[in-house]
């Protein structure tokens, strides 16, 4: 079609292009070819590419942020925001997410069937907005927020995937999305209006996010720290309970990983609350959640796209040809890992598995590694190491969950019964 960019999949076989009469189309397998390319999009050629249509439509939707820009822009916004994701910093988050966890839990009863992943939603949510304004939220915005926040959840897939004059139509779904944006906007930019006029730093991160300044100007961004809060929540709350649900779907099935889990746990933490210091002494929980990343990776599409004629191995891409790869095919390539397909945390501590670059990349590579790692790995295991020394979470029997790939690849339905550890 006239006009329409080229699209390369940089997939775990190889670099396959999409046009049937291309060369290289037809090609089911390319031994050790697909973790190389991908390896050299993400960091070899990774300062040369931007980010891609998906990224693109992302920026349309939320604004210019990190995670959406490409190139000195992007250098430069990475480096004044790295202080948000310091180890200082995280460590400083983590009693807020163990807070906000014992509240999810305390409303649940035994025999109770609860919807997983709505309920990771929320957890996830409330980690996020108590992080970043840091109570400084009355109960009644903080619930409009968190509830904004969920529309724009919601929508955000289906917006990414529409055609751009689909979205100027005036219906419904359209007008609730952008209420829902604006309205987090203005509560956003409420809460810095109210900081900045106060003597008091009550250390969130919107603190941290309005203390980097801009290199050009010299000013605080507030006009960005909007962009920023939207971006850090689509990225970091479906993605966070989408993995959450999976590993909770996953210690159901196998007690026999469940039970490591919780030797674990008594073993480090007694009787004690989670901290930050006890984030790397589990690591048998670390690898149940890096296998749920392998396995059940939230991310099924990563694009960039060539800003010149680009080579890459044996192929000259033009200016603008699009390159995706699939980390969800990626992490289950039977080239790479033995027995692709089952849940098995041992894979990453019996130092038996061996991969090259770009054959596991959960939070991306070279230059657009995501920033929130750590903090994403330490929100997990401090939920993971709360709920589960209170409660387990029960499969009906013969029950079925079937995946569905939207925003995130995730379950499409996922409702389990809630049991106490301890008889109360």
């Given at each position: 079609m006239a006009g329409q960019p080229r699209i390369h999949r940089v997939a775990s076989q190889g670099l396959r292009p999409a046009g049937r009469n291309h060369p290289a189309a037809g090609h089911t397998h390319d031994r050790g070819t697909?973790?190389?390319?991908?390896?050299?999009?993400?960091?070899?050629?990774?300062?040369?590419?931007?980010?891609?249509?998906?990224?693109?439509?992302?920026?349309?939707?939320?604004?210019?942020?990190?995670?959406?820009?490409?190139?000195?822009?992007?250098?430069?916004?990475?480096?004044?925001?790295q202080p948000v994701f310091s180890r200082p910093k995280i460590a400083s988050y983590v009693d807020v997410m163990r807070s906000e966890a014992n509240a999810a839990i305390?409303?649940?009863?035994?025999?109770?069937?609860?919807?997983?992943?709505?309920?990771?939603?929320?957890?996830?949510?409330?980690?996020?907005?108590?992080?970043?304004?840091?109570?400084?939220?009355?109960?009644?915005?903080?619930?409009?927020l968190c509830e904004n926040l969920s529309v724009i959840l919601s929508g955000?897939?289906?917006?990414?995937?529409?055609?751009?004059?689909?979205?100027?139509?005036?219906?419904?779904?359209?007008?609730?999305?952008?209420?829902?944006?604006?309205?987090?906007?203005?509560?956003?930019?409420?809460?810095?209006?109210?900081l900045q006029s106060s003597e008091d730093d009550a250390g969130g991160m919107l603190s941290m996010l309005l203390l980097a300044e801009d290199e050009a100007i010299g000013r605080p961004l507030t006009d960005k720290v909007c962009s920023e809060v939207l971006t850090l929540a689509l990225a970091g709350t479906e993605t966070t309970a989408t993995v959450l649900s999976w590993v909770l779907y996953e210690l159901a099935s196998r007690p026999e990983i469940e039970a490591r889990v919780l030797t674990e746990l008594d073993q480090i933490l007694s009787d004690r609350p989670m901290t930050f210091?006890?984030?790397?002494?589990?690591?048998?929980?670390?690898?149940?959640?890096?296998?749920?990343?392998?396995?059940?990776?939230?991310?099924?599409?990563?694009?960039?796209?060539?800003?010149?004629?680009?080579?890459?191995?044996?192929?000259?891409?033009?200016?603008?040809?699009?390159?995706?790869?699939?980390?969800?095919?990626?992490?289950?390539?039977?080239?790479?890992?033995?027995?692709?397909?089952?849940?098995?945390?041992?894979?990453?501590?019996?130092?038996?598995?061996?991969?090259?670059?770009?054959?596991?990349?959960?939070?991306?590579?070279?230059?657009?590694?995501?920033?929130?790692e750590r903090l994403a790995m330490t929100e997990m295991i401090t939920a993971l190491a709360t709920m589960l020394r209170r409660w387990r979470l029960e499969l009906a029997p013969g029950q079925t969950v079937r995946t569905v790939a939207w925003a995130t690849v995730r379950p499409r339905s996922l409702v389990m019964t809630v049991r106490p550890r301890k008889e109360e």
């Amino acid at each position: 079609m006239a006009g329409q960019p080229r699209i390369h999949r940089v997939a775990s076989q190889g670099l396959r292009p999409a046009g049937r009469n291309h060369p290289a189309a037809g090609h089911t397998h390319d031994r050790g070819t697909g973790p190389e390319l991908i390896q050299t999009m993400l960091t070899k050629l990774g300062p040369s590419l931007d980010k891609g249509r998906f990224y693109e439509k992302m920026g349309q939707l939320v604004g210019e942020a990190v995670i959406t820009v490409a190139g000195s822009e992007h250098t430069q916004k990475r480096r004044r925001l790295q202080p948000v994701f310091s180890r200082p910093k995280i460590a400083s988050y983590v009693d807020v997410m163990r807070s906000e966890a014992n509240a999810a839990i305390e409303e649940w009863v035994p025999g109770q069937a609860v919807d997983v992943r709505e309920a990771m939603i929320k957890l996830s949510l409330d980690m996020l907005v108590k992080t970043v304004f840091a109570g400084s939220l009355d109960s009644a915005v903080f619930a409009r927020l968190c509830e904004n926040l969920s529309v724009i959840l919601s929508g955000i897939g289906v917006r990414l995937m529409m055609p751009d004059w689909v979205e100027r139509l005036p219906i419904a779904f359209n007008r609730r999305f952008l209420k829902a944006r604006d309205d987090i906007r203005a509560t956003i930019g409420e809460a810095i209006a109210a900081l900045q006029s106060s003597e008091d730093d009550a250390g969130g991160m919107l603190s941290m996010l309005l203390l980097a300044e801009d290199e050009a100007i010299g000013r605080p961004l507030t006009d960005k720290v909007c962009s920023e809060v939207l971006t850090l929540a689509l990225a970091g709350t479906e993605t966070t309970a989408t993995v959450l649900s999976w590993v909770l779907y996953e210690l159901a099935s196998r007690p026999e990983i469940e039970a490591r889990v919780l030797t674990e746990l008594d073993q480090i933490l007694s009787d004690r609350p989670m901290t930050f210091d006890a984030v790397d002494q589990l690591p048998y929980l670390s690898s149940v959640i890096t296998e749920a990343l392998r396995l059940h990776h939230p991310g099924w599409i990563i694009t960039r796209r060539t800003v010149t004629e680009t080579r890459l191995a044996t192929w000259t891409l033009p200016a603008g040809t699009e390159l995706a790869y699939c980390q969800h095919a990626l992490h289950r390539d039977p080239d790479l890992y033995s027995d692709p397909l089952t849940f098995n945390p041992d894979r990453w501590l019996d130092g038996t598995l061996t991969l090259p670059p770009g054959a596991f990349v959960p939070f991306g590579g070279g230059v657009h590694r995501c920033m929130g790692e750590r903090l994403a790995m330490t929100e997990m295991i401090t939920a993971l190491a709360t709920m589960l020394r209170r409660w387990r979470l029960e499969l009906a029997p013969g029950q079925t969950v079937r995946t569905v790939a939207w925003a995130t690849v995730r379950p499409r339905s996922l409702v389990m019964t809630v049991r106490p550890r301890k008889e109360e």
